[in-house]
């Protein structure tokens, strides 16, 4: 069967013409989000000057002029000329004291093993395919504070004593932010849940401590508990520094707490604590079984943000005379043999990017983990 | 017969036999908060016992008597008069002004900065928004202490000296020593002018509402700015050119090795608001942002589809919305702000806790009053600050069906 086809229709499919060049490929692509209009291109220039202001001399003191290697063991002196930029051999001698803070040398496989241990504890914690999440936990919260301790301090299995006062840099850092999230959640959950009761005397008391903690800078209560703390303990008592500073912080942390637990408690409607007491569930069980875990899944992005806000307020225990990061930073660079030009702003670049990491990560942390939580609540 | 009657009235027939006082609610209220209370008191008790034995032992008196003393002690900035014979109690008021005025300069500029980063973060362009991106992320990120640590190094050393200043516009003078501000100076006559201006203002606002009154009334377009610019300026001028104010700034002049005249704001204050500010910024951006996206994007639709041009749907529906989201946490940051202004005394500049926290502590040895008086000062912030934000939240909550 042929068909008898008029002339004027075609017989092959004409060749297909090339997308309208002003809609594909990198030129379009910066037309549309550079050059937009008139405003559009000045503001790309003033960011490309911007970018040219900020990165350039960024790059010169870091890598350009830094001072990366020391082969003569020059130490301060390899550092000490006019244009020199971020002196790396500063942060690399005194590494371990960044670390470590004025541990022994010989006991720091001590503090490694702490790591160690709860890094291991913390994968099945972090990391949601991982099993054994519930033993870790256990371990982690209930068993992991003391053997750290005792890792730390010594007095047991032969372990020499370390005082407090030889603890700092990063590790000491991390084991106040650590202690202070970890006593303040428990301390945070047990005020917010006072400040939602209906007995006066309960709520007026939660009430008062929260807003108090709230209302003052943490650097007084960080000299309140250096100045006026000894003060009110019975005499010949002297607690450690390190331990009033602590204490401190984790009072202070449990208001701020309390405040992000408050925000999910309020957030769960009431039909979930009708249906829990028509199932017949007592008071004390709809709140930990019912309320709670629901609450705590909503807030979970302002614990993290908590945690975030007490990772760096750590830093003001520097003014009370213990050596964490920043201040060993700061005290490593006033070392005799270390003194050169930019010895200050090498530690603080170098404290900084700590810091940064350490914060970014967990906040970047907390999306995903929002990410992977939300069973339905948002749309 | 009252049997009867007590039936019908639905009441659960609760007495002492069969319903035990351990499972009632009244008691076991009645119980938790007398422990509690029983506790606090006892703990309260404790702590004063202890304190009043240590301080015994030391041999120091207690009470506030101790303001009238003399400080004996100078302070290195100062908005009021103040020198070695000054009480403890000026060195108080000379804390609280000098953190109220890192706390002022900081939430102007802090706000400023942070809207306009903010803003830029939604901007269609592609480089302002990773760049402002890039902002928040890394400042949000490092500790405020060791912010502040950094720009006060660079105030002291990355300046140049005396001889080399920076000479800024309006004859501002930087360098290591500070900056030189130019000092208004003027006599009794200002301050009619300022009464005038100030009129003026009142007059001006007064004006702007009858005027858009008028306009919801009519449904017409009437001019709001520019009269409102001339009813502020017009007296303003005429006062100045009558009275004949004599206005004069004192600009700062080197002479010899340092520069003299103007006011001078040293290097701690200028470290402390930088600090404060480009930390605080990266927040209040965060905080606009959010306000900003919360607005839903059918707002703006229905804006255009009533034909509001694009400046009035952005004054009209998009602003007044985004407010409502943004002002309670905006206030928070600026309380945190204020809290934050006492780690100047981690640089050693004078505001409340280092100067009476700090040095006063360590002079008088009343650390119990001290530290009270100091914490009633942030208290009081913190209290007004919430007073406001309860004010505001009644004020633009949303009338709901």
Known sequence: ?379 | MTDVTDKRSGKPARSGIDASLFYNPTARGIVYQGALLIGVVMLIWWLQSNAATNLAALGRSTGFNFLNQTAGFNIGFSLLPFDRTSTYLDVYLVGILNTLLVAVIGIILATMLGFVIGIARLSPNFLIRKLAAAYVEIMRNMPLLLQLFFWYFLALNALPGVRQSYELPLGAVLNQRGLYLPLLQSDDRFLILLGVFVVAVIGAILWRRRQIRKMEEKGERRPVLLPMLGIILIPTIIVYFIAQVPVAFSVPELTGFNYTGGFVVPPELTALVVGLVVYTAAFIAEIVRAGIQAVNYGQVEAASALGLKDSDRLRLVVIPQALRIIIPPLTSQYLNLTKNSSLGAAIAFPELVNVFMGTAINQSGRAVEIVGLTMAVYLTFSLITSLFMNWYNSRVALVER
């Open chain 1, 1 to 379: 069967m042929s068909h008898s086809q008029p002339s004027y229709v075609r017989t092959q499919m004409a060749e297909p013409l090339p997308p309208p060049g002003n809609t594909t490929g990198v030129v379009a692509w910066m037309r549309a989000n550079l050059f937009s209009s008139i405003g559009n291109t000045i503001l790309t220039f003033l960011g490309i000057a911007l970018i040219i202001w900020t990165v350039i001399p960024a790059y010169g003191f870091l890598i350009g002029n830094a001072v990366f290697t020391d082969p003569e063991g020059l130490r301060g002196e390899a550092c000490r000329f006019e244009g020199v930029g971020a002196c790396w051999i500063f942060i690399q001698a005194r590494f371990n004291f960044f670390i470590y803070g004025f541990y022994p040398s010989d006991e720091i496989w001590r503090i490694n093993l702490m790591f160690i241990i709860g890094i291991i504890l913390l994968i099945p914690l972090l990391v949601p395919k991982v099993p054994f999440t519930r033993v870790a936990a256990i371990l982690f919260f209930g068993v992991y504070p003391f053997v750290a301790y005792f890792l730390m301090y010594g007095g047991v299995f032969g372990l020499d004593v370390v005082p407090t006062r030889n603890w700092g840099g990063l590790t000491l850092t991390l084991i106040i932010s650590l202690i202070g999230i970890i006593a303040s959640l428990p301390l945070g959950i047990l005020l917010a849940l006072g400040r939602q009761s209906k007995l006066p005397i309960i709520k007026g008391f939660c009430v008062a401590f929260i807003e108090l903690w709230r209302a003052v800078p943490l650097i007084t209560v960080l000299f309140m508990a250096s100045v006026m703390f000894p003060l009110f303990m019975p005499q010949g008592t002297n607690p450690d520094v390190l331990l009033r500073a602590i204490i401190g912080i984790v009072l202070f942390e449990s208001a701020y707490m309390a405040e992000v637990v408050r925000g999910g408690l309020q957030a769960i409607p009431s039909g979930q604590r009708e249906a829990a007491s028509a199932l017949g569930l007592s008071k004390l069980k709809t709140t930990a079984l019912i309320v709670m875990p629901q609450a705590l899944k909503h807030v979970i992005p302002g614990i993290v943000n908590t945690f975030i806000a007490l990772f760096k307020d750590t830093t003001l225990v520097s003014i009370i005379g213990i050596f964490e990061l920043l201040n060993a930073v700061r005290a490593a660079g006033s070392d005799i043999a270390w003194q050169f030009p930019t010895d200050a702003v090498t530690g603080y670049v170098f404290a900084g990017f700590v810091f940064w990491i350490f914060c970014f990560g967990m906040s970047r942390y907390s999306i995903y983990m929002e990410d992977r939580l939300h069973t339905g609540h948002r749309r």
